[in-house]
């Protein structure tokens, strides 16, 4: 039990586009998903918070307008990176939270390239 | 603001030896917890600590908490190859924070 999938496992884009990663809860329902961005050989820094219905919380120094998070049921969030630059190419993970225990899962990850 | 800081941030040991990673954290939080991470994936969770004095254990592997302390470790006991990765801990008041990790390299 408490499975979380992430599509695409990985993307490449070109510079200017906008790609949607999306996170799913597939057996359980999520009232918060979080949404982590990983450089390589560095930790895990989160991105936003998202409680299904109602808008994302961003930690300080990620701009809202280009990371879009959508959170429109229990089961699914989006993360829509916009106007994609090399600088964004990253590690992006997204984790959901159950209410009862609390606890989160993790996704496999979307590996993110951007040219 | 909650800080976690894990030491050795490096590690290089030998099959069949022994060795501990150190977890600090700055404030008091609800629960302590330990992941594994390999080259290219996520995170897999391995213990979740949740009171003072909390033991865990798993195959080689074992943590536990001092929350007096603020302070968790993660022993390794005669470490084998399959072990090499890097090692998060985290804790939790209303979010989660990371460590920096521990890269952990065991050689033959």
């Known amino acids: 039990g408490a499975v979380v999938s992430q599509h695409p496992s990985r993307v490449i884009c070109k510079s200017g586009t906008s790609v949607k990663i999306e996170c799913r809860s597939l057996d359980f329902q999520a009232t918060t998903m979080f949404w982590y961005r990983q450089f390589p050989k560095q930790s895990l820094m989160l991105m936003a918070t998202s409680n299904e219905g109602s808008k994302a919380t961003y930690e300080q120094g990620v701009e809202k307008d280009k990371f879009l998070i959508n959170h429109a049921s229990l089961t699914l969030s989006t993360l829509t990176v916009t106007s994609a630059h090399p600088e964004d190419s990253s590690f992006y993970i997204c984790s959901a939270k159950t209410g009862g225990s609390g606890e989160q899962y993790f996704g496999p990850g979307t590996r993110l390239t951007v040219t | 603001e909650l800080k976690v800081e894990q030491n050795p941030l490096f590690l290089s040991m030998q099959e069949g030896k022994n060795y501990t990673i150190y977890c600090n954290y700055s404030t008091t939080s609800d629960r302590l917890y330990w992941y594994r991470q390999d080259p290219g994936k996520s995170l897999e969770s391995l213990f979740v600590l949740l009171s003072n004095g909390a033991v865990k254990q798993e195959g080689r592997l074992m943590a536990s908490l001092d929350t007096k302390a603020r302070l968790s470790t993660l022993h390794i006991t005669a470490a084998v190859h399959d072990l090499s990765a890097t090692y998060f801990c985290?804790?939790?008041?209303?979010?989660?924070?990371f460590g920096e990790g521990t890269q952990l390299t065991v050689n033959p």
């Open positions: 985290g804790t939790s008041g209303s979010r989660l924070t």
